[in-house]
């Protein structure tokens, strides 16, 4: 069955950074795009960034955009989110996602 597990997530001051990381099984990762969307507390989802199944295509959030960067290791099958520049409104929950599929999600907070 296909699982993502997050992983990376913590505390960090604003302006800090964040390696996310996403580990994928059940499916041939190397074949699909994948994506990372957020949960801020008492919001809805929002999509962050997708990157397509070879890693050389990228698109991102404009609240992101500059600051985060996407990739994939398909010889891992682990999606990864490098944050720098982490601001306070980063604050939120990250998850995996592939089709309907989703992770458990790992949480970011970003505070002083």
């Known amino acids: 069955q296909v699982q993502l597990v997050e992983s990376g997530g913590g505390v960090v001051q604003p302006g800090g950074s964040l390696r996310l990381s996403c580990a994928a099984s059940?499916?041939?990762?190397?074949?699909?795009?994948m994506s990372w969307v957020r949960q801020a507390p008492g919001k809805g989802l929002e999509w962050v960034s997708t990157i397509n199944s070879g890693g050389g295509s990228t698109s991102y959030a404009d609240s992101v955009k500059g600051r985060f960067t996407i990739s994939r290791d398909n010889a891992k099958n682990t999606l990864y989110l490098q944050m720098n520049s982490l601001k306070p409104e980063d604050t939120a929950i990250y998850y995996c996602?592939?089709?309907?599929?989703w992770g458990q999600g790992t949480q970011v907070t970003v505070s002083s």
């Open positions: 059940g499916f041939t990762f190397s074949s699909y795009a």
């Open positions: 996602n592939h089709d309907q599929y």
